[in-house]
């Protein structure tokens, strides 16, 4: 029964995708919109993103510092490490995990909402193509500015890295400058761009999709938005394990 | 005109409707009157496109709305306006953004005009000034007067009304009706009306079809309701204890 269920939606997810990206009716409006969306989802989530990618870059570089402790790994080696390990893993994942959960639950909840206030049967009678207008304009804008919000997150990552552990002398300045700087592979910052581009398209998808077909009354939205924030997480720590595999062959 | 032509639907085993056919004319406030549950609603969205039937065809004038084409059905949407039973306003925007909505979507008017035909369609429901506020910020009968200045923004040519007077006070409602009939006649549109309420019947009702059950139980004029023999016209006329103690007092 539940395979049944999966199939079905995976079909009717992917089916929807072809009415989102199909032509619009008027441009402008579409280009409103994007706009709207991409200060939503940019501004709108900067200072979570700020405030955990601080502490997680602490938390990093604090408990690096605390494992090399007593080894031959030289100080330097944890700047390397805490930027390597931001860029690649920590910037677009969990910065996308928390995104799911502040933008993603939002979307389901706004669209939802408008399915059940019949704004998107009257969309649908004036002719709107309601899939294409309530969701490319949010596909786009994530695609958009979740990279931005991951590079954002990658560089605050290791401030907090450098705040937490060079004034309470973990380690010197100089040691942290000289790991950061050191084996630099610009092959990284693409893989958290991939990362972040897909992470960015599944949390929007997955939480649209929840909430465009949303039955019955406020507990059903509720249920849907939170299946947007838990689909949408184990499909984002799927995928990331997807693209570490092909990116990293 | 609409024509529904032996309309079907079924949910799973339940059979919602069976086999409706009626015409729906140009110039005339149609209703669709019945009990909770007949399937009113469900006529009413596939009529207007937002559901399929299981079988039957919904023509309007000579296009087939259920086998046309894409593009048919986009030209289609365009000449009609529908007024919801809640509304259907979108709370983010203004009035005036609300009745602009169609026009910013499909047309290319200036914001001039855009706005010039605001004012109109706001004048036309008696509501000028009221552009800048929010749906929360006025009443539930002005709402429903928004819903129909949004309908009518594109000069439709059929326009839908799901339970224009749900939650209106009968005065409220007299209004709500005798606004939609003037628009109906002035632009001879064709206006069907899902409703329950008897006062409407009365009022306004001059192609009637009567849903029970599924079945078109009856047809007719406003004229002929309280003279007709009708035993589920008979039902449903007389449901309220209110109206049967008056016509026994009258007898």
Redesign the interface.
């Known amino acids: 029964m539940l395979d049944i269920k999966l199939f079905y939606h995976f079909g009717s997810f992917v089916l929807w995708q072809k009415q989102i990206f199909s032509r619009p009716?008027?441009g402008r409006?579409y280009y409103k919109e994007t706009i709207r969306q991409m200060y939503d989802i940019g501004i709108g989530s900067l200072a979570i993103v700020f405030l955990i990618s601080i502490f997680i870059g602490a938390v990093t570089a604090v408990q690096f510092s605390y494992q090399m402790e007593g080894t031959l790994v030289p100080p330097y080696y944890i700047g390397y490490i805490v930027r390597d390990m931001t860029i690649i893993e920590l910037a677009p994942t969990i910065t996308s995990l928390v995104l799911a959960g502040k933008v993603g639950s939002n979307m389901a909840a706004e669209i939802g909402g408008m399915r059940q206030?019949?704004?998107i049967?009257?969309m649908?009678?004036?002719?709107?193509n309601t899939s294409a207008f309530l969701v490319m304009p949010r596909l786009i804008a994530a695609v958009l500015m979740v990279p931005v919000l991951v590079c954002a997150a990658a560089f605050i990552g290791i401030m907090g890295a450098y705040i937490a552990s060079v004034p309470t002398g973990l380690f010197s300045s100089a040691d942290f400058i000289k790991g950061v700087r050191s084996f630099f592979d610009s092959y990284n910052v693409f893989m958290m761009l991939v990362k972040a581009f897909v992470f960015g398209y599944i949390l929007t998808a997955v939480s649209c999709y929840q909430g465009y077909f949303v039955k019955g009354g406020s507990i059903e939205l509720g249920a849907a938005s939170t299946r947007a924030v838990v689909y949408s997480n184990i499909l984002i720590l799927l995928a990331d394990y997807i693209i570490a595999l092909v990116l990293t062959a | 005109m609409i024509r529904a032509e032996n309309i079907t639907k079924e949910f799973g085993s339940q059979q919602v409707l069976k086999g409706i056919s009626f015409t729906f004319e140009a110039g005339k406030t149609n209703l669709i009157i019945g009990q909770s549950g007949a399937g009113k609603t469900v006529l009413l969205k596939i009529l207007?496109?937002?559901l399929q039937p299981t079988s039957g065809n919904v023509w309007y004038d000579n296009i087939n709305l259920i086998n046309a084409s894409k593009e048919e059905v986009?030209k289609l949407?365009?000449k009609?306006?529908?007024l919801?039973?809640?509304n259907?306003l979108?709370?983010s925007m203004t009035i005036e953004e609300n009745i602009r909505?169609?026009m910013?979507?499909?047309t290319t008017l200036t914001a001039k005009e855009k706005t010039d035909r605001v004012n109109l369609c706001l004048e036309r429901v008696s509501l000028s000034g009221i552009n800048k506020k929010y749906p929360s910020e006025i009443s539930g009968g002005m709402q429903k007067r928004v819903g129909i200045a949004r309908a009518i923004v594109l000069n439709p040519l059929y326009l839908?009304c799901d339970e224009p007077n749900s939650g209106l006070d009968p005065k409220t409602s007299i209004t709500i009706d005798k606004l939609i009939q003037d628009i109906t006649k002035e632009n001879n549109i064709t206006t069907i009306i899902n409703t329950h309420d008897m006062n409407s019947v009365m009022e306004i009702g001059e192609n009637i079809c009567l849903i029970d059950k599924g079945l078109l139980a009856w047809k007719g004029h406003k004229d002929e309701v309280l003279r007709d023999e009708n035993e589920k016209l008979h039902d449903f006329v007389f449901a309220s204890p209110f109206l049967q103690k008056l016509i026994d007092a009258v007898k």
């Open positions: 009716e008027n409006m206030k019949e704004h049967d009257a649908e009678i004036m002719g709107v | 207007v496109g937002l986009r949407r365009l009609v306006g529908m919801f039973q809640g259907a979108f709370d909505f169609p910013d979507m499909f839908f």
